[in-house]
């Protein structure tokens, strides 16, 4: 069974820096992808890798900011995220998709983490 258990949110001023951490476990995953919410707003892509491949793809709003990064021997998605602004203020989730397209669209992807809460102060 697949499992993905996402980690390091927090509350940071805004220029600061966090790191996501998404532990995966159950499954040798093709693409993995962040994604966030903020309240009253729909789910947005953030960012995504083609694991085996390296990869990557950014939306635009985080490009420059943001890098996702992963680790196989600890079998770990990593998003590093600097210089946030106060509109970076949201859940953020990590997902996984089964297929190898590497896409922002947040139906494609199979499995989600339960989610891990970033707010950024002004």
């Known amino acids: 069974q697949v499992q993905l258990v996402d980690s390091g949110g927090g509350l940071v001023q805004a220029g600061g820096s966090l790191r996501l951490s998404c532990a995966v476990s159950g499954h040798t995953f093709n693409i993995m992808g962040w994604f966030r919410q903020a309240p009253g707003k729909e789910r947005e892509f953030v960012a995504a890798?083609?694991?085996?491949?390296?990869?990557?793809y950014y939306a635009d709003s985080v490009k420059g900011r943001f890098t996702i990064s992963g680790d196989n021997l600890k079998d770990t998605v990593y998003l590093q995220m600097n210089s946030l602004r106060p509109e970076d203020t949201a859940v953020y989730y990590c997902a996984e998709e089964k297929e190898v397209i590497l896409t922002s669209d947040p139906k494609e992807y199979d499995y989600w983490g339960e989610g891990t809460q970033v707010t950024v102060s002004s």
């Open positions: 890798i083609h694991w085996s491949g390296g990869r990557t």
